[in-house]
């Protein structure tokens, strides 16, 4: 652990990594604001700790501290910009300044992950942006410098004179899971849940069976997150679940599976309840009562009792009840969403739950 100046230690790095699941978000943080709470530029700034992983001398994974560095940066290039073609020495001192703190050898030594970097580094190069990627947060925050630096007119040795006040604490994270410690540094945040799964897949060396299952059965984000949700319902009988926490329950489950059986049997027998579940969101069945079934508790809104369908429908599939047990069931599930939905009421779908899973005992 060690106190820096966030300026140098900047300049000092060839290269900043970023992890595959850390974005950019609107926690950027607006440098110009901090300067004008101290116009003489006589305090020293304190902006926390920002932990690393060393690759080598000069090059670093940023584990927590991302959207610190990005707004550096991006403060960095909205002085550039804002006195772009004024005087030969502001020109030297562009030059200067890309070369030292945004650019390393033509390219951006901030390496960003892929659904920001190209964001990123189109602002850094002076291309051109669409609408939609200037609204986001770090156009936003960028536009927001110029306007500052224009409107009140900061010189820009008096930026730097702020900078060179700027201090972070440097915590380098050696032998410590760089996902897990993120995860928990930004546990209040809206994480990107997926992106944590599939990372920590990649680490065990089942991200290509993820892949496929991912192409198979759910290309959507919003299809896989319904089928992981009702997944874990089922594994852990949660009465509700909290998306923010998939990552979490996702970990736990797998865990927990790979001390009694391989990562390949887990992944068949997961890649199992992911077809199942594809068959129950896209009603894909050769039976037409079944069909017919699903269809109806489709249309009257059942994505609640999926979680409960997933369950009995293993069952189905390993025989472990009859073909008709299983349709009185699905029957009996779409009675009662006809009853909720012409009552008004959100009746408990718990206690329906403890009728038919006593139907299936008798049974």
């Given at each position: ?189 809206k994480?990107d ?13 089942i991200e ?31 009465k ?18 790979m ?7 887990l ?96 049974k």
């Open positions: 652990m060690k106190v820096v100046n966030f300026l140098e230690f900047i300049n000092s790095a060839r290269d900043l990594f970023t992890l595959d699941y850390a974005r950019c978000d609107g926690e950027l943080v607006n440098f110009l604001d901090l300067m004008t709470e101290d116009e003489q530029f006589t305090q020293r700034i304190d902006l926390g700790i920002i932990f690393v992983n060393q690759k080598s001398a000069d090059q670093y994974t940023i584990v927590d501290g991302l959207n610190r560095i990005v707004s550096l940066s991006l403060l960095l290039h909205a002085v550039c910009e804002c006195y772009k073609k004024t005087t030969e020495q502001n020109e030297k001192a562009i030059k200067t300044i890309r070369n030292k703190y945004l650019i390393r050898n033509t390219k951006s030594k901030l390496h960003l992950n892929e659904s920001d970097n190209d964001l990123y580094n189109k602002i850094i190069n002076g291309e051109r942006l669409s609408g939609h990627e200037k609204a986001q947060p770090m156009f936003v925050l960028l536009h927001n410098f110029w306007s500052q630096i224009k409107e009140e007119k900061l010189q820009a040795s008096k930026i730097f004179t702020m900078l060179k006040k700027i201090t972070v604490t440097l915590v380098e994270t050696d032998n410590v899971s760089k996902r897990n410690l993120y995860y928990k540094l930004n546990s209040t945040r994480l849940q997926l992106a944590l799964i599939k990372n920590f897949l990649k680490e065990n060396g290509n069976e993820w892949l496929e299952i991912r192409k198979l059965y759910f290309p959507a984000d919003n299809d896989v997150v319904a089928f992981l949700k009702d997944f874990f319902i089922t594994k852990f009988h949660y509700q679940f909290n998306p923010e926490r998939l990552y979490e329950s996702f970990v736990n489950y797998f865990e927990t599976m001390q009694y059986m391989s990562e390949d049997v992944m068949k027998r997961f890649k199992h309840s992911a077809k199942l579940y594809y068959n129950i969101l896209n009603v894909n069945f050769n039976n037409d009562e079944l069909k017919r079934a699903f269809i109806q508790i489709k249309k009257h809104s059942g994505e609640d009792t999926y979680a409960y369908i997933l369950d009995v429908y293993e069952d189905y599939y390993e025989n472990n009840i009859s073909e008709a047990i299983f349709l009185e069931i699905l029957n009996t599930i779409d009675e009662y969403l006809q009853n909720r939905q012409n009552s008004g009421k959100n009746i408990e779908f718990n206690e329906l739950i403890q009728y038919l899973n006593a139907f299936i005992t008798c």
